[in-house]
């Protein structure tokens, strides 16, 4: 089955500066990848994902780039607030066929420091 | 905009009870994804729904079970309840067979005394 590896598990940056979270994955035939934001007790918000026909996606301060040959995929959060203090997963999936479940990260607890 | 309802909010059951989370997709979805999150742990995939037949299997253990029906509503059924079962049970919608989009309710806090 699909494994996937999250880094860092903990990241502490200054307000307004940017924050990278990197993940790898080992199932080729992976296709889908989502990252969700979760607050503590709260549930996982959706905030970006990208497909594998795609190399980079962006929305505001947030990207998230794609490299398929590597099996890597990572999410860029530029001028970083307090409000961006969560715990970020990031997932994937092979959207094909069927209704697959989503294969998580261990999380990246990022901080952000005033 | 409507959201997953999850019910009920916060459960607590003793060890060896049954216990049923109910989950109401977003209007429209035909699809339901359902996790078991632990705590400081990531969300893990139990089991999935396309048009009430079972999609996908993933970690789900015998003792569960679970269902969607003709309105799309889903449950899960939890037997022989463990300690171990102590964790928040989400329950996630999607529109369609891909496995994309999937927006997760506020979840249910499952508590094994």
């Known amino acids: 089955g699909e494994n996937v590896e999250q880094h860092p598990s903990t990241l502490s940056v200054q307000e307004g500066d940017s924050a990278v979270i990197k993940c790898t994955y080992s199932d080729s035939a992976s296709n889908y990848f989502p990252w969700y934001k979760q607050e503590l007790g709260k549930r996982p918000q959706l905030i970006i994902d990208?497909?594998?026909?795609?190399g980079e996606k962006k929305d505001q301060r947030i990207a998230v780039t794609l490299n398929k040959t590597a099996k890597h995929f990572s999410l860029h959060i530029t001028e970083t607030q307090p409000e961006d203090s969560a715990v970020y997963f990031c997932a994937a999936s092979f959207s094909g066929g069927g209704a697959d479940g989503l294969t998580f990260g261990k999380g990246t607890h990022l901080i952000i420091q005033p | 905009a409507a959201g997953v309802i999850q019910s009920p909010r916060h459960l607590i059951k003793e060890k060896r009870e049954t216990a049923t989370l109910k989950c109401y997709p977003i209007p429209r979805h035909d699809t339901v994804y359902w996790y078991q999150q632990g705590p400081g742990q990531d969300p893990q995939f139990l089991i999935s729904f396309y048009e009430k037949m079972q999609s996908d299997k993933g970690s789900i253990p015998d003792r569960f079970s679970a269902q969607q029906f003709s309105d799309y509503h889903s449950e899960l059924n939890m037997s022989s309840l463990e300690l171990g079962d102590s964790a928040l049970y989400f329950c996630?919608?999607?529109?369609?067979?891909?496995?994309?989009?999937?927006?997760f309710g506020a979840g249910t806090r499952l508590s094994v005394l």
């Open positions: 996630a919608s999607s529109l369609g067979l891909r496995a994309q989009n999937q927006y």
């Open positions: 990208i497909r594998s026909n795609v």
